[in-house]
């Protein structure tokens, strides 16, 4: 598990490689990816937004941004925590991922930049 605090937002990742839904031969790798995000802070806030960077290993870099996570903005108290899944698909057998959510902290409306720590997608034969 990969992890970062950033302004007392802790973002832990872990990452799964989706045998059943690859296909080798043809170059298509899909993982998942578990973020858990929690709120050390004294402050509520609110996740409004993220910013991902995929890197694959030939190089290949893709930026993708968007509001709240999986359709959701979800506001985090104080010691409460946020789980979602979801996936990315590469065409290399290793790559890796890392980026930034917008939360905004509720009392007073500022903006508070979170890091994604960076995080490894690999086959686990790759691994080896």
């Not at 937002?9 to 059943?20: A, G, L, N």
């Not at 104080?78 to 899944?85: A, L, N």
């Not at 996936?87 to 980026?99: A, R, V």
Request: proline share 3%.
């Amino acid at each position: 598990m990969t992890t970062a605090i950033t302004n007392g937002i802790k973002v832990s990742i872990e990452t799964h490689f989706q045998e059943d839904y690859s296909d080798v031969k043809e170059s298509h790798f899909v993982f998942t990816y578990r973020v858990l995000i929690e709120n050390m802070s004294d402050y509520t806030v609110q996740l409004i937004s993220r910013k991902w960077h995929v890197c694959n290993a030939f190089g290949f870099r893709e930026k993708i941004e968007g509001d709240g996570v999986v359709g959701k903005q979800p506001i985090l108290e104080p010691g409460e925590k946020h789980q979602y899944v979801s996936g990315c698909n590469l065409q290399t057998e290793i790559g890796k991922m890392s980026g930034s959510y917008i939360m905004e902290r509720l009392l007073d409306g500022s903006n508070i930049e979170v890091e994604i720590p960076e995080f490894v997608l690999s086959t686990p034969y790759r691994l080896n």
